[in-house]
């Protein structure tokens, strides 16, 4: 039994090797020139210049919230294609539901003006 999951210990194996040896490579061999601006904190995009617990624009929510919306969309999608001979008219109709789901969120975002950048 224990045979049968050697090929996911070794994917994993193998996939921590790539993800890693880049990262070490460019550590030892890569050149290292300090710059404060290189080296300034970046995560919203703007220099961190309040507290923060600062209001954020309703849009910033709204971009993540059309990304969790696609990304959920692309997760169950691929899953349900491929079995969906087997899943019936059933499948079809609770995938419908789902899509008319996240159609509604991506309507709503649509309407509150998060796809429009200034």
């Given amino acids: 039994m224990l045979e049968d999951y050697l090929h996911i210990l070794i994917f994993l194996v193998v ?3 790539i993800g890693l040896a880049p990262r070490v490579l460019g550590m030892l061999l890569g050149p290292r020139r300090p710059d404060p601006e290189k080296d300034s904190p970046y ?3 703007f220099e961190a210049f309040e507290s923060a ?3 954020f624009d309703v849009r910033y929510y709204l971009v993540a919230i059309l990304f969790i919306l696609f990304d959920l969309e692309i997760a169950f999608l ?3 294609a491929v079995v969906l001979e087997e899943l019936g008219t059933g499948g079809l109709l609770a995938m419908s539901v ?3 789901i996240l ?3 991506f309507i709503y975002e649509w309407r509150k003006g998060a ?3 200034e």
Avoid: H, S, T
């Fill in 98 to 100: 789902f899509l008319g």
């Fill in 53 to 55: 617990r600062m209001k």
């Fill in 115 to 117: 796809l429009e950048w």
């Fill in 78 to 80: 691929f899953p349900w």
């Fill in 43 to 45: 995560e919203c995009g």
């Fill in 15 to 17: 996939a921590i090797l």
């Fill in 103 to 105: 159609v509604v969120g």
